[in-house]
């Protein structure tokens, strides 16, 4: 992404923490890493969509010739790891970008996640105006999706002019062979914990959500549930 002239208050506050980083780094030496999206078992960016792709028959897509290189959550680990244990560099700091070998079309990455998911979705582009129009509504919604300063985000590629995995010793895994359907799954919560405000306490519910959708996509895909008894308190922990 284009750091010096970011088109979205997200990306602005990142090169806006870049500066302030750099310009109180009072001798000290700084590293600092741009991965494009990182993706991994649990992850939230393809895991959120890969909830959507299984109840979405039809999946109206924005921006989608935005381009991301995505690369798995080890090799950024790594990344870390190796840059730690190089010596200091002259200069103000040093800065990685960490991308996969390969970038793919936004439209590219919702295929592959429906593909691994063994869904056939019809995927459509949504005009930009829309996107636009969607992003206000849709804003004003507790925990949006997606926001206006979200398609501002998608107007600048998520890729690497200049991948600096190399410099650190390391040749980032292919997509195609780490994202797994494994990858394209979202880390369910049965428990909700909301803060009472102004108290310092906060109080736990339970979130039946998950458990009916899993239910659900079980009916579908083999037509019954199999209810198994659970095991008396006492035979459990006696």
Known sequence: ??????????????????????????????????????????????????????????????CPNSRFAPVWVEDVVSAF???????????????????????????????????????????IGVPDWIAQLQGRAMECLPNPLFTLDNFYSLQADSTCDCNDFAPLGLDPASFEIKNTKECCRVRKAFFIRLAVPFSGFSVVFFNPIPLLVKMADHILS?????????????????
Not at 35 to 59: K, M
Not at 87 to 93: K, L, N, R, T
Not at 224 to 234: D, G, T
Request: overall charge positive; charged content about 25%.
């Open 222 to 238: 083999h037509g019954i549930i199999f209810f198994c008894q659970a095991k008396p308190f006492r035979e459990r922990f006696f």
């Open 81 to 123: 790891a190796n840059a730690l244990g190089r010596s200091a560099v002259e200069g103000p700091a040093e800065t990685y970008n960490l991308c996969g070998p390969r970038s793919y079309r936004f439209r590219e990455l919702i295929e592959f996640t429906a593909e691994k998911l063994d869904k056939r979705r019809l995927i």
């Open 1 to 62: 992404a284009d750091m010096e002239n970011p088109p979205s208050a997200y990306l602005r506050s990142k090169a806006a923490g870049e500066r302030a980083v750099i310009d109180n780094a009072n001798g000290m030496t700084i590293q600092i890493f741009r991965p494009s999206i990182i993706f991994g078992e649990g992850d939230n960016f393809f895991g959120q969509f890969a909830s959507l792709l299984r109840w979405v028959p039809v999946f109206p897509l924005v």
